[in-house]
């Protein structure tokens, strides 16, 4: 069975930085683009970038670029998502995205003073 | 930059008729492989969205026989044939063939009259 469990939720200050972790089983971790995506408080869906777990390419949107990194450690099956300098716009649920078919739980991140 | 357009953006149902979604595409979802990268998913209140169907009319493993998806080039259908109480959520289509960049629709609310 196909998982990928996130890591939980976060609150930061603005002008942090987050990270949040996906960990997958029950699938070749290697095999598939992981991506991720926001939802901001009662809002759509926001495609943020992708990894290839096999190489380490990544590609981001343009309004990330410069604060989002995207990596992953094939020893543990698991991606991650960093975002820095963040704030109160950052506010949103976070989701990994294998190959865009099975998501994770989504991880809460509040950007806060 | 490319565009999908959901119409209706809301639409309530009463359980056993059908309800239909529209996407429209400001380009063309053909690739050049021949495949047409538009996919469906339902977010339901509280969840992280479910794939319903992919490659713009197969559907997911486990997608009940009820969800439907067709078209091509620009334009696309989501269609239940009956609707039931627990398809209740958040429609969106979703285009992955003009990279870097995945794109959503605005999604459609569907709710039980």
């Known amino acids: 069975q196909v998982r990928l469990v996130q890591s939980g939720a976060e609150l930061k200050r603005p002008g942090a930085s987050v990270r949040v972790a996906c960990k997958t089983s029950?699938?070749?971790?290697?095999?598939?683009?992981m991506h991720w995506v926001r939802q901001a408080p009662g809002q759509g869906l926001e495609w943020m970038g992708w990894?290839?777990?096999?190489?380490?390419?990544?590609k981001y949107m343009q309004t990330f670029l410069g604060r989002i990194t995207l990596t992953t450690d094939t020893s543990i099956d698991t991606a991650y998502m960093d975002l820095t300098s963040l704030t109160s716009d950052d506010t949103a649920i976070y989701f990994c995205?294998?190959?865009?078919?099975?998501w994770g739980q989504g991880t809460t991140v509040i950007v806060s003073s | 930059e490319i565009m999908l357009t959901q119409t209706p953006l809301s639409l309530s149902v009463t359980p056993g008729q059908p309800a239909s979604i529209s996407c429209k595409s400001s380009?063309?979802?053909?690739?050049?492989?021949?495949?047409?990268?538009l996919y469906w998913y339902l977010q339901k209140s509280g969840q992280s969205p479910q794939l319903l169907i992919y490659?713009?009319?197969r559907r997911f493993s486990g997608v009940p026989d009820r969800f439907s998806g067709s078209g091509s080039g620009t334009d696309f259908t989501l269609k239940i044939s009956r609707v039931e109480p627990e398809d209740v959520g958040v429609y969106y289509c979703?285009?992955?063939?003009?990279?870097?960049?995945?794109?959503f629709g605005q999604g459609t609310r569907l709710d039980i009259k």
């Open positions: 990894i290839n777990p096999q190489t380490g390419d990544a």
């Open positions: 995205a294998s190959e865009m078919s099975v």
């Open positions: 490659e713009g009319s």
């Open positions: 979703m285009q992955s063939v003009h990279l870097p960049g995945v794109t």
């Open positions: 380009l063309s979802l053909l690739h050049s492989d021949a495949k047409t990268y």
């Open positions: 029950g699938y070749n971790f290697t095999h598939f683009y």
